[in-house]
């Protein structure tokens, strides 16, 4: 069987999909899938960005005065998708169904990672009225009713599935994420973040690792922080720190967060690497003297395995993992 693996969430154009689960989701199928194919399957890759544009069509729609992202994703994609380059495969695969079409001539499976936008509607709901929004949504959904199969990476993720979508059960397959086999590996002690950022060995180090959209509760982590703080404060212990990890100051939310942080006395405790690559994430994990993963939702929520698989201590919200695992 030859089956074309859709790797757009690793195009570095959508680097928000790239580094975080979303991305190390993606490039582990891509580096696993051709021993799973065997012998006699083959593997290939495609991305949105690289299929069918520059023609005649996709210059035209430059001059629609508004939906032309909708457009180009649900009409000309789906068309392109039985062009040269994947033509020779069986099966199409999009391992992240937002970046499915909601059509297509060829036979494809499609990955929910997770229905978070439909489960907080006031959360992820435009700010006014916008049907343009509607319907790209509503497409976005149909990618998932129209796959021949749908793989669901958490048994609740199923569940949300078959309850918001209708989609049958004998179409689904739950497929439960993993941990990269180099977090077990017990490697000398470090020092990368106490150096970075000039802490003593006496400051007990609190990790976070992921976004700060609202689902995440940062306030409540920062809150739960500042508590902790003014303990060690009272008993005059050196002073915990806490760090983010993840490219956070581009977020919505980080005016709200430095605002938090300033409001409740912490600022000096509270420190963010940005990206960290793969190594320096494994570093970070194993340094911390706990990792605190405050979640209300998640499709799976990889950071908090990531974590145990490390030896790390991990705290985290009990409805977390009543939704995810």
């Known amino acids: 069987m030859h089956v074309a693996l859709d790797t757009s969430a690793l195009d570095p154009q959508f680097r928000a999909h790239a580094i975080r689960g979303t991305g190390r989701y993606v490039a582990e199928l891509s580096s696993r899938?051709?021993?799973?194919?065997?012998?006699?399957?083959?593997?290939?890759?495609?991305r949105y960005n690289q299929v069918g544009r520059g023609g005649f069509l996709?210059?035209?729609?430059?001059?629609?005065?508004?939906?032309?992202?909708?457009?180009?994703?649900?009409?000309?994609?789906?068309?392109?998708?039985?062009?040269?380059?994947?033509?020779?495969?069986?099966?199409?695969?999009?391992?992240?169904?937002?970046?499915?079409?909601?059509?297509?001539?060829?036979?494809?499976?499609?990955?929910?990672?997770?229905?978070?936008?439909?489960?907080?509607?006031?959360?992820?709901?435009p700010k006014k009225d916008?049907?343009?929004?509607?319907?790209?949504?509503?497409?976005?959904?149909?990618?998932?009713?129209?796959?021949?199969?749908?793989?669901?990476?958490?048994?609740n993720t199923a569940k949300d599935v078959c309850e918001l979508l209708g989609v049958p059960e004998e179409k689904l397959v739950v497929t439960p994420l993993g941990v990269d086999p180099s977090f077990f590996e017990r490697t000398p002690h470090n020092d990368l973040l106490r150096t970075r950022f000039?802490?003593?060995?006496?400051?007990?180090?609190?990790?976070?690792?992921?976004g700060i959209d609202q689902r995440k509760n940062i306030s409540f982590l920062l809150e739960c922080f500042a508590e902790v703080v003014n303990e060690f404060r009272v008993d005059q212990k050196p002073l915990p720190c806490l760090v983010m990890v993840g490219e956070i100051s581009k977020d919505d939310q980080y005016p709200r967060f430095l605002d938090d942080i300033a409001r409740l006395g912490i600022a000096e405790q509270v420190v963010s690497t940005?990206?960290?690559?793969?190594?320096?994430?494994?570093?970070?994990?194993?340094?911390?003297?706990?990792?605190?993963y405050p979640s209300l939702y998640?499709?799976?929520?990889?950071?908090?395995?990531?974590?145990?698989?490390?030896?790390?201590?991990?705290?985290?919200?009990?409805?977390?993992?009543r939704s995810c695992w």
Not at 33 to 46: C, K, R, T
Not at 90 to 97: A, D, K, M, R
Not at 147 to 152: P, T, W
Request: proline share 7%.
């Open 198 to 210: 000039s802490m003593s060995s006496e400051q007990p180090i609190i990790l976070y690792v992921g």
């Open 33 to 46: 899938l051709p021993a799973l194919l065997g012998n006699d399957g083959e593997l290939s890759s495609f």
């Open 130 to 155: 916008d049907r343009r929004f509607q319907l790209a949504r509503w497409l976005e959904l149909q990618s998932i009713k129209n796959a021949q199969a749908v793989l669901a990476i958490s048994e």
């Open 298 to 321: 998640e499709g799976f929520g990889l950071p908090p395995l990531e974590a145990m698989a490390s030896g790390t201590p991990v705290l985290w919200n009990l409805i977390f993992t």
């Open 274 to 292: 940005g990206y960290l690559d793969d190594a320096q994430l494994r570093m970070a994990y194993r340094e911390a003297d706990l990792f605190f």
């Open 58 to 125: 996709d210059h035209l729609v430059d001059y629609l005065p508004a939906g032309r992202t909708t457009v180009r994703h649900q009409l000309l994609y789906p068309l392109s998708l039985s062009g040269p380059k994947i033509s020779e495969a069986n099966l199409l695969h999009f391992p992240v169904h937002v970046d499915a079409p909601s059509w297509c001539r060829k036979p494809y499976v499609v990955t929910v990672l997770d229905l978070i936008p439909l489960i907080f509607k006031e959360l992820y709901a």
